[in-house]
């Protein structure tokens, strides 16, 4: 069987605890419903948690995807180095997706929780989202970082926070803007999905509507 090799891959990355796997688990539902079928790849030191978690509410219970689409690696070390030094782990796993079924249009990957500076190697992931959240207060865009600076897209999630921490919301969008002038960012509430359309809208404009991988899609507005 030929292999889809140039399926368009989603990288996330962001600090521990900032929203990743749910960002995973509410974007999904909304890819479905626009005909994209995803596949994920849980990325984590020691467990697979994330992955556990997400057969759980993507699969067994939701029935949103199949349960063996979603694989979770256990990587040890470094959080970095198995989705940037050497994502050979990761690239066997996709292919091997790819096996099982060609006709999925999107592979996420989360990876593993860091400290500001998560980059994913270009071999792996074709667009990289990261994601912070307001609960470190508003200073986070500002501070910048590697993943800040370097990604397509910044997701400043759980802003339903915001009001209980003191973090201006006003301030982290105009530092985001500041440190990435020419690069999207946009503010998430996972705990809702409010913010969750616009941050499908911009992976779909992105990532796959130039690849004309996006099937019975409804036309986006402009
Ligand atoms: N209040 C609130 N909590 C959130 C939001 N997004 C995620 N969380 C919670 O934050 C915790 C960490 O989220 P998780 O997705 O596991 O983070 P990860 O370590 O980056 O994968 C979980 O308890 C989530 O339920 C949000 O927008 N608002
Ligand atoms: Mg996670």
Redo the contacts with the bound molecule.
């Keep these: 069987m030929e292999l889809q090799t140039n399926i368009p891959k989603l990288g996330i990355g962001?600090p521990?605890?900032?929203?990743?796997?749910?960002?995973i688990e509410v974007l999904v539902p909304v890819l479905k419903n626009r005909g994209i079928r995803c596949g994920i790849i849980s990325n984590d030191v020691i467990s697979k948690e994330?992955a556990q978690r997400m057969q759980r509410t993507l699969a067994t219970e939701s029935k949103l995807m199949p349960e063996d689409l979603i694989i979770g690696l256990a990587t040890g070390g470094c959080p970095h180095t198995a989705v940037r030094e050497d994502p050979s782990i990761n690239l066997a796993v996709i292919e091997e997706m790819q096996q099982k079924d060609p006709s999925l249009d999107l592979i996420i990957i989360?990876s593993g929780?860091d400290n500001v500076m998560t980059t994913f190697s270009p071999a792996l992931a074709d667009y990289f989202i990261y994601?912070i959240?307001v609960s470190g207060g508003d200073k986070y865009p500002r501070k910048g970082g590697l993943g800040i600076q370097t990604c397509d897209l910044l997701v400043i999630?759980?802003?339903?926070?915001a009001p209980h921490i003191g973090a201006s919301l006003e301030v982290m969008d105009h530092d985001a803007k500041k440190i990435r002038p020419d690069k999207p960012h946009h503010f998430?509430?996972?705990?809702t999905g409010e913010g969750i359309e616009k941050v499908a809208d911009q992976i779909i404009n992105d990532l796959l509507f130039d690849k004309e991988l996006v099937k019975n899609t409804s036309k986006l507005s402009s």
């Design positions: 962001g521990v605890g900032s929203g990743k796997t749910r960002l994330d989360e929780g994601i959240d999630n759980k802003i339903d926070l998430l509430n996972c705990k």
